[in-house]
């Protein structure tokens, strides 16, 4: 099985996204442009493991006692002309948390890893895939917005990637401090 890692964000943030969504495809009828996925920040890119046991075990251990730090969720961006998102602007302790996450999982034999994983990651919520054909009117319009969210960085998720719909949430692990 295919399994990442990922921030799910608040209600705030899944809605303001997915609302967005709709909003351009309306407006500029793309009729190609999806979303497949629930609004969220992957941490930890897709890789193979047949059981995510260990996975589970380390990500228990991860979150007990530990303070969630915050995050900002704001402005837009693109990846290569055809994937509009929010960025993610990690506070000081976040991108501590994150690194720790990132050296522990390194730790981890069955885990691979892709020249897109690590600490250099660029974090950030999708909010829309292959918009390239009408980038320009899409990126003006987006321009217009100042989205802008505090978050707790709380929770990490497993999240078992398919094929031909959606990601499954395979389990969630809570920040307790």
């Known amino acids: 099985m295919r399994y990442y890692l990922a921030f799910l964000p608040s209600q705030g943030v899944q809605t303001y996204c997915e609302a967005f969504l709709k909003e351009i495809k309306r407006e500029f009828n793309l009729q190609n442009v999806n979303q497949r996925s629930i609004p969220h920040v992957t941490l ?8 995510p046991r260990v996975l589970e075990e380390y990500l228990i251990d991860f979150v007990r ?4 730090p915050l995050m900002n969720i704001k402005g837009f961006s693109n990846f290569d002309q ?8 990690p506070s000081h ?4 948390q994150f690194e720790k996450l990132i050296n522990g999982l390194r730790q981890l034999r069955e885990v691979g890893w892709s020249e897109h994983d690590g600490l250099r990651k660029k974090l950030h919520v999708t909010v829309a895939k292959g918009i390239r054909s009408n980038f320009k009117e899409v990126w003006n319009y987006a321009s217009k917005f100042r989205p802008n969210f505090l978050e707790s960085f709380n929770n990490i ?7 031909d719909r959606g ?3 395979r389990s969630s692990y809570l920040f307790d401090p």
């Open 157 to 163: 998720s497993i999240l078992e990637k398919t094929v």
């Open 65 to 68: 006692k530990k303070e969630p």
């Open 93 to 96: 302790e976040m991108f501590l």
């Open 44 to 51: 930890k890119n897709p890789f193979e493991l047949s059981s």
């Open 82 to 89: 055809n994937v509009l998102y929010l960025e993610v602007v």
């Open 167 to 169: 990601p499954i949430i």
